[in-house]
């Protein structure tokens, strides 16, 4: 297969049934059948390659994991239900009770309220690293440490974490290095090439691109994967066939569409960086971002989420969400459709004040996931949204 991405991820499919559909086919079914009680024993003891149950897999999930393995240059997978099933299980699988993870501040506020709620719960700590000051992360290390997890460009609030130094920091301290590569994809930003043991998604995001299906995956090192296999298919968090059919078709157009999005949320940036309305812009490829210099290290293009600080708090970010007229307001991202979002109130209202201010999620910043309309359509009502809720 090709080593390009964008001709890899259109013609890796599952092969073709006596039909010879051109398009990969539709799997809808729970089960599989056996030509023999033989064959039936061989598979089920994993002798013999074949699909047993969908739980386990299905010729549409392996064609997207398949896809996703190339596109992140790793050597397994799983695909799950959701993200957050995705992120739950690339923790919960690889580790256990007594067990101790070091983490980046700044993640989503659903897998905060996995390591800081859900998983105390069974004995798995976890503990909070700045990445302004990376160098002093082996303070954090334990006796127990088994996990480094970040989340690189992070939600929402786009710190950038140097993948480089985070490998080298696992790999010293013999830690698995799990990585949340959401916002950049595996177009923009191949975690694995800088030492990830585990690269997750939320394909509901960019994996879809257009705000129908949830999905996650899970991808990695054989070794690492074979337990996140086991672990997933006797807890059940199985992607449905039709979702998993219909995000391998979208990876057919992720580059193109992550260029646009990367093209625009660029231009976005740039406008709004001077405007006196606006306290501070935040993207990854604007030089005025704290990590530029990291962020063009390690990828493509900057992503399609850019921050805006909006002079006057929490009063101001209402007016200003409640006067867009063709952004949407909703809590996804990655959508063909601009969204923006007031993260203090919704995605990470479950954060305390105090957690929220040590990520930079202030009152009056809002995400903006940067679609595929014009730019221009995007700049004038945000630009009028801005001038009405003064």
Known sequence: M????????????????????????????????????EDARATFADEMEGNIYSRYANPNSTDLIQKLCEAEGTEDGIATASGMAAMFGSIAALLE??????????????????????????????????????????????????????????????????????????KEHNLIFVVDNCFATPYLQQPAKWGADIVTHSATKYIDGQGRVLGGLILGKKEFIKDVQFFARHTGPAISPFNAWILSKSMETLAIRMDRHCDTALKVAKYFENNSSVGRVKYPFLPSHPSYNIAIKQMKLGGGILTLTLDGGLERAKKFLDHLNMISLTANLGDSRSIITHPASTTHSKLSEEEREKVGIVDGLVRVSVGLEHPDDIISDISQALEKSK
Do not use: C
Not at 20 to 36: G, P, V
Not at 156 to 169: H, R, T, V
């Open 97 to 170: 009770s007594g067990d101790h993870i070091i983490a980046s501040r700044s993640l989503f506020g659903s897998t905060h309220q996995l390591l800081t709620r859900v998983f105390p719960k069974w004995g798995i700590t976890s503990t909070y690293g700045d990445i302004s000051d990376f160098e002093n992360w082996g303070k954090l290390v334990q006796k127990n440490t088994k996990m480094l997890f970040i989340e690189t460009p992070s939600n929402p609030g786009l710190e950038i974490i140097d993948l480089e130094k985070a490998g080298q920091f696992a």
């Open 2 to 37: 090709s080593k390009n991405f964008e001709t890899s991820a259109i013609r890796i499919n599952h092969s073709q049934s006596n039909q010879k559909e051109h398009s990969s086919a539709l799997y809808l079914t729970s089960s599989f059948t056996f030509d023999s009680a």
